[in-house]
C-alpha cells in the first residue's frame, strides 16, 4: 500500500507550522509546542498515521467545533504520594498527557513509582513519546490510552472497544532502548484509512465485515463501523482463540479498565462517540506510570543486563532469508535519524490537506 511522496520537510518546519496553525485556533503557545512535537516525532519515527496527518482534519476540525476545548482548564480531582487523577477539561491530549507523565516520573524519582490516571480527555498521538520521557531520569515509562470502539472482542461481531494502545519505555545500557508502542487490535485504523483511500484489499485478518466473517474490503468494514452496524477491526491474534485473539481482546480491555474505569473516563462504545452535526466531548482516558531503576537494584546492573538480553536476542541464529533480529523501538530510531538527516517524507495528499489548512486559518504555509 505504497503512496506517493511529493517532497521531504524538516522537522523544525513542520514543528513551527504545526504550532502557528495551533496557536491560530487559540491554543496556548506552550501547548502548541508540545502538540508540535508530539505530532513530529511520530512522522520522525515512522508513524504518519499519528502525526501532522491528524493535524487539521481531526484536531483543528474538532478544536472549531467545540468538541476539544483550546484552552482547557485541568484539575487534579486526588492525589497522594505516589498516584494522581486529572480531569483534563475536554483539552488537547497532548499537553495533559505531557504533563502527567512528567507528575508520574516526579512522583518515582520520591517514592519510588507514580501513576497517574487522566479523564475528560482526547486523542493523545503516539504513546511511545510519553513512555521514552521517563528514560532520561533512569526510570521506566508506561502509558495506555483508551479510544473509540473499533475492534470486536472474539466472538462479537460488533466493536466494543478501542485499538487501546500500550507503550512501554526502558533504558537499554550501551544499546539503544526498548521501546514498545502497540495497539492491541491487530493493526490500526489509520491502516484501513489508506487503503480506502487507495482502494487496496487489506490482509485477511485485520477486520471482518458487519456479519462477523473476515473481509478484504476496507470500505466495507469502516462502512459498517461508520455506520454502527457491524464488522470493526480484529484483537491482537485474529478472530479465533487459536492463535490467540482472545489474549489481544484481553490487553484491549486492561486498557478500558486502567485507562476508562479507574481513570473515571469513558469506556467501550461510550468514548469518542462522534457526529459532526452534533460534537461533543471525547472523553478519553489515559493511564501513565514510571518505575525509578534504583529503587529495585542498582541501575549499573539493571544497564549491563539489558545489554546482555538485547546482544543474546540479535545475536539469536536467524531464520532462513533474514539478516537481522530487531528489538522494539530500533526501526523507528534508524527511520527518526535518517528523517532528521534528509527530511520527513510525505505524501502529496497530506500536504495538500496542510495547505489547505494554512489558507483557511491565514498561517504562513512554508512546507515546499
Not at 490510552?145 to 462479537?156: E, I, K, R, S
Not at 537499554?172 to 480506502?196: I, N
Not at 485507562?259 to 469518542?272: F, H, K, P, Q, R
Request: glycine share 10%; charged share 20%.
Amino acid at each position: 500500500m505504497s503512496t506517493k511522496f511529493e517532497s521531504r520537510i524538516s522537522a523544525q518546519s513542520l514543528k513551527q507550522f504545526c504550532a502557528r496553525a495551533l496557536e491560530k485556533l487559540e491554543v496556548s503557545p506552550q501547548d502548541a509546542r508540545i502538540v508540535a512535537d508530539v505530532l513530529v516525532e511520530a512522522d520522525l519515527r515512522g508513524i504518519p498515521s499519528h502525526g501532522m496527518a491528524r493535524l487539521g482534519k481531526y484536531y483543528a476540525e474538532r478544536i472549531r467545533l467545540g468538541a476539544i476545548i483550546a484552552r482547557p482548564q485541568p484539575r487534579v480531582l486526588s492525589e497522594t504520594q505516589t498516584t494522581a487523577t486529572i480531569d483534563a477539561g475536554a483539552g488537547l491530549g497532548h499537553p495533559v498527557a505531557y504533563r502527567a507523565m512528567q507528575e508520574a516520573i516526579k512522583k518515582a524519582l520520591n517514592a519510588g513509582t507514580g501513576f497517574v490516571a487522566v479523564r475528560n480527555s482526547n486523542h493523545y498521538g503516539i504513546a511511545g513519546y510519553y513512555a521514552m520521557m521517563a528514560l532520561e531520569h533512569n526510570c521506566i515509562g508506561f502509558t495506555m490510552t483508551n479510544g473509540a470502539a473499533l475492534v470486536v472482542p472474539t466472538y462479537a461481531r460488533v466493536p466494543l472497544l478501542g485499538t487501546n494502545p500500550i507503550a512501554v519505555a526502558a533504558p537499554g545500557g550501551k544499546s539503544p532502548p526498548f521501546v514498545l508502542d502497540m495497539s492491541t487490535s491487530t493493526v490500526t485504523w489509520g491502516k484501513l484509512e489508506l487503503a480506502e483511500r487507495l482502494e487496496k484489499p487489506i490482509h485477511t485478518g485485520w477486520a471482518i465485515d458487519q456479519s462477523g466473517r473476515l473481509s478484504n474490503n476496507a470500505h466495507e468494514v469502516m462502512e459498517g463501523v461508520r455506520h454502527r452496524i457491524g464488522g470493526g477491526l480484529l484483537p491482537l491474534g485474529g478472530a479465533s482463540e487459536i492463535l490467540g485473539g482472545h489474549k489481544g481482546y484481553g490487553l484491549a480491555m486492561w486498557v478500558d479498565i486502567f485507562a476508562g474505569i479507574l481513570a473515571g473516563a469513558a469506556y467501550s462504545t461510550m468514548v469518542d462517540v462522534w457526529d459532526p452535526a452534533h460534537p461533543t466531548p471525547s472523553y478519553v482516558g489515559h493511564f501513565f506510570g514510571a518505575w525509578r531503576i534504583d529503587a529495585f537494584r542498582p541501575i549499573d546492573e539493571f544497564n549491563a543486563a539489558m545489554d546482555d538480553l538485547q546482544r543474546r536476542l540479535e545475536q539469536a541464529p536467524k531464520a532462513d532469508g533474514q539478516e537481522r533480529i530487531y528489538i522494539h523501538g530500533q526501526k523507528e530510531l534508524e527511520n527518526k535519524e535518517r528523517n532528521q538527516r534528509e527530511g520527513i517524507p510525505f505524501p502529496a495528499h497530506i500536504l495538500a490537506d496542510l495547505r489547505a489548512l494554512a489558507h483557511d486559518l491565514h498561517v504562513e504555509y512554508d512546507l515546499e
